[in-house]
Nanobody, 122 residues
């Protein structure tokens, strides 16, 4: 079992920055692919960024160049640095863990955090 707890969300003005954290329990954090998803009001949940267990990262086109996913396996923590925030980034952000499969498909993920709200004002 893996428990995921997100933190770091909040209200920020457009152009500002936030750093989200996702603390994971369990001893096998480094073997999981970890991702950030977000769900805006009235919209489906979509993937934002992926950090594979091999160390590779990918970011959605909508956040490329502004957001950076990273992980510290010694602290069992996943991060999402969000810069140049826009109102359209407003959403609940979730971290998720997967052991394998299609990482773009949320059905692949075995564990989810409770989510943290990010609100960007214009």
């Amino acid at each position: 079992q893996v428990q995921l707890i997100e933190s770091g969300g909040g209200l920020v003005q457009a152009g500002g920055s936030l750093r989200l954290s996702c603390a994971a329990s369990g001893r096998t954090f480094s073997s999981y692919t970890m991702s950030w998803f977000r769900q805006a009001p009235g919209k489906e949940r979509v993937i934002v960024a992926v950090s594979s267990w091999t160390g590779q990262t990918q970011h959605a086109d909508s956040v490329k160049g502004r957001f950076t996913i990273s992980r510290d396996n010694t602290k069992n923590t996943l991060y999402l640095q969000m810069n140049s925030l826009k109102p359209e980034d407003t959403a609940v952000y979730y971290c998720a863990a997967a052991e394998g499969g299609n990482y773009a498909d949320e059905k692949t993920y075995d564990y989810w955090g409770q989510g943290t709200q990010v609100t960007v004002s214009s």
